[in-house]
């Protein structure tokens, strides 16, 4: 099945809708578009951590759990893994994505980097939202120059 | 995995419904939305699935639920109700994966909770140079024993000239 390319498109539209509706513009409507769309991740991913095997989600380290995320969860929504994982052993996790699908279709130019964090805040959403649902409070930051960063 | 369409769908659906308060206005805008994703997936469809232009109506129905509906909800519609003068026809779906663990609230009767589809379908094809009316006519979400969406040929779309060639 290609739904990844339907998915990719109903993402760019979602990411559009976040900016509608008379949600204001400027500073503040960025900012607000910005956590529509990152709610709407972390409620995603809540939903699919939830339909998962109970089996699936004993993990017996917290190295585990993100093992998941960078293989299982980025498998089942970009159907590739993470590229890089690094860790301060203090908590702090960053996935590193060389190739992330929603930037990929972006030209790249100074002027479009300020568009990325709207590609990424749904992304972001969803980490939380499946640590969430693990049971698991975090805080999930991403930057481009490919480096979404999760720390905890 | 097509749970993760499903549930991005039904957050925005949600979205949609806190920032419009009509459910007209949200139809509207799913179809919108849904027009922009046609005309771009038509693109990634031609080009992983190598049929070639078809001549009729009908081979439009039977690529359409047989190729595009199963590469990317992963479900066969059935086609039946064809016009006698063939050019309308509806796509039957015993299941529509939209709306998987989904109930609409009471307040949202007039909502067409996958209006998507119908843009999505309608900005496909005007990308092949076909326009169409795309529209639900029976809906699982609404009590209905099946959703039924109901496609008719308008015209045939001719390319248009290229300015300074009139």
């Known amino acids: 099945m290609a739904d990844e390319t339907l998915f990719q498109l109903l993402h760019t539209e979602v990411v559009a809708a976040a900016y509608g509706g008379g949600r204001g513009s400027g500073d503040e409507g960025q900012r607000n578009g910005l956590t529509v769309l990152e709610g709407m991740g972390f409620r995603v991913g809540q939903g699919l951590a939830e339909r998962l095997p109970r089996g699936a989600l004993v993990f017996k380290e917290e190295l585990d759990t993100i093992k998941f995320l960078c293989r299982d969860l980025w498998g089942a929504v970009f159907r590739k893994q993470t590229d890089n994982l690094r860790t301060n052993h203090q908590g702090t996790y960053i996935l590193q994505d060389n190739n992330f699908p929603f930037l990929t279709q972006m030209a790249w130019g100074q002027q479009y980097l300020e568009e990325a964090p709207k590609f990424l805040a749904f992304t ?22 490919s480096l979404p960063a999760w720390t905890k | 995995s097509s749970e993760l369409f499903t549930l991005t769908y039904g957050a925005l659906v949600t979205q949609l419904c806190k920032d419009y308060e009509n459910d007209e206005d949200v139809n509207k805008q799913l179809d919108r939305m849904g027009y922009n994703i046609g005309v771009r997936l038509i693109e990634d469809f031609l080009a992983r699935s190598n049929v070639g232009r078809c001549h009729d109506f009908r081979e439009t129905a039977d690529v359409i639920a047989k190729v595009a509906f199963k590469m990317y909800l992963g479900i066969t519609p059935s ?22 663990f989904v109930e609409l609230p009471d307040n ?24 169409v009316d795309v529209k639900f006519v029976q809906d699982t979400l609404k009590g209905d024993g099946v959703t039924e969406i109901r496609m008719r040929f308008i015209k045939r779309i001719e390319d248009n000239l290229p300015a300074g060639e009139e």
């Open chain 1, 124 to 145: 972001c959403g969803l980490l939380r939202g499946t640590l969430s649902a693990l049971g698991i409070e975090s805080s999930v930051t991403a930057s481009v120059a």
């Open chain 2, 79 to 100: 086609i039946t109700n064809w016009s006698p003068a063939g050019d309308e026809f509806s796509l039957i779906l015993e299941n529509n994966p939209l709306v998987d």
């Open chain 2, 108 to 131: 949202h009767s007039s909502l067409i909770y996958s209006n998507l589809l119908c843009g999505v379908l309608r900005g496909a094809l005007e990308m092949v140079q076909m326009a």
